[in-house]
């Protein structure tokens, strides 16, 4: 316990330190995400207004709907940085748009998941091959769990979603699981740690899960490439390093419901995950 102080202590010194210089200057935070912007910013409120604090800077949140939307403001300069999923952050950094703060590191311990595809349990669909010419429900274009993952999966199965699916896009979790349910889609697929948060959540008893995707890269907080070095380092030391600090620790067990355990060093090693999956994914 000793221990957990000094080390706690040591990065919030180091933190006050290096944050001096840029105290009041004020950050635009994108957030992208399927929930309402009203849930979103009270989501999100805590975490950013614990990274003001222990920053010095002004924090704000912004909900830009859409990776048009993101990549636009980007370019305008109204976004500094932004939490966004593993295929955006992707596309950003491939056109020289985004630079790397932290890695989220999900609620099984680890920045990489899968995406599960599931179906009714009464439903004559036991296997992914079944479902050929069938209705299923993605969640997003852009998601990764929601789309590229499961859209990978199809096309290594011999299922282009484009040719031999009907694909629907939903959304949101709770209408893919719901949509499932009662029928009006054969098959739905999401991110595997947010149908595990889904089952405390929703009836899923219903549901049978016939397949899983291969591994992608977890959520990450980006900067655009324009903003200062020393505060995108400084950032990074904040993020990474709240678990160890109480405060920090708090704020970050109130995001479980967003599948957020913590923080880590971005690793470039995913973006090539990503890509064998887009390539995987004939996208």
């Given at each position: 316990?000793?221990?957990y102080y000094?080390?706690?202590f ?6 006050l330190?290096?944050?001096?210089s840029y105290a009041?200057?004020k950050?635009?935070?994108g957030?992208?995400?399927l929930s309402p912007?009203a849930?979103v910013?009270?989501?999100w409120?805590?975490?950013?207004e614990?990274?003001s ?10 909900v ?7 990549k636009e ?6 976004i500094?940085?932004f939490?966004?999923?593993?295929h955006i952050y ?5 056109s ?8 989220m ?6 920045t990489?998941?899968y ?9 004559e669909?036991?296997?992914?091959d079944q479902?050929?010419g069938?209705t299923?429900?993605?969640v997003?274009?852009m998601?990764a769990g929601?789309?590229?993952a ?11 979603t ?7 896009f939903t959304?949101n ?8 349910i ?7 697929v999401m991110?595997?740690a947010?149908y ?12 049978l899960?016939?397949g899983?995707s291969?591994?992608y890269p977890e ?5 655009r490439t324009?903003?200062d070095?020393?505060i995108?380092?400084?950032?990074s030391?904040i993020?990474?390093?709240m678990?160890?600090e109480l ?12 599948k957020?355990?913590k ?5 470039p090693k995913?973006e090539?995950?990503t890509k064998?999956?887009m ?5």
């Amino acid at each position: 316990m000793k221990r957990y102080y000094r080390m706690a202590f040591s990065v919030l010194l180091l933190v006050l330190l290096n944050s001096t210089s840029y105290a009041n200057e004020k950050i635009r935070m994108g957030i992208i995400s399927l929930s309402p912007p009203a849930k979103v910013y009270r989501e999100w409120q805590p975490f950013v207004e614990y990274l003001s604090e222990r920053s010095g800077l002004n924090i704000e949140i912004v909900v830009p709907k859409g990776f048009n939307k993101i990549k636009e403001a980007i370019d305008q300069g109204s976004i500094d940085i932004f939490y966004v999923n593993s295929h955006i952050y992707y596309l950003l950094a491939s056109s020289k748009k985004a630079q790397p703060i932290a890695q989220m590191v999900n609620i099984n311990n680890s920045t990489l998941s899968y995406a599960v595809i599931f179906v009714n349990k009464n439903s004559e669909v036991k296997t992914i091959d079944q479902l050929k010419g069938e209705t299923v429900s993605f969640v997003a274009p852009m998601a990764a769990g929601g789309y590229l993952a499961p859209r990978a999966k199809f096309y290594s199965s011999g299922l282009p979603t484009k040719t031999s699916l009907k694909e629907e896009f939903t959304g949101n979790l709770t209408s893919s699981i719901h949509k499932v349910i009662l029928g009006d889609s054969k098959a739905g697929v999401m991110c595997g740690a947010s149908y595990k948060l889904m089952t405390e959540r929703l009836r899923t008893g219903d549901l049978l899960i016939i397949g899983e995707s291969e591994p992608y890269p977890e959520n990450v907080i980006g900067a655009r490439t324009t903003l200062d070095k020393n505060i995108v380092k400084n950032l990074s030391q904040i993020i990474t390093h709240m678990d160890l600090e109480l405060k920090g620790a708090q704020v970050l067990q109130d995001m479980y419901s967003m599948k957020i355990q913590k923080f880590q060093e971005y690793d470039p090693k995913m973006e090539l995950i990503t890509k064998e999956l887009m390539n995987k994914a004939s996208m």
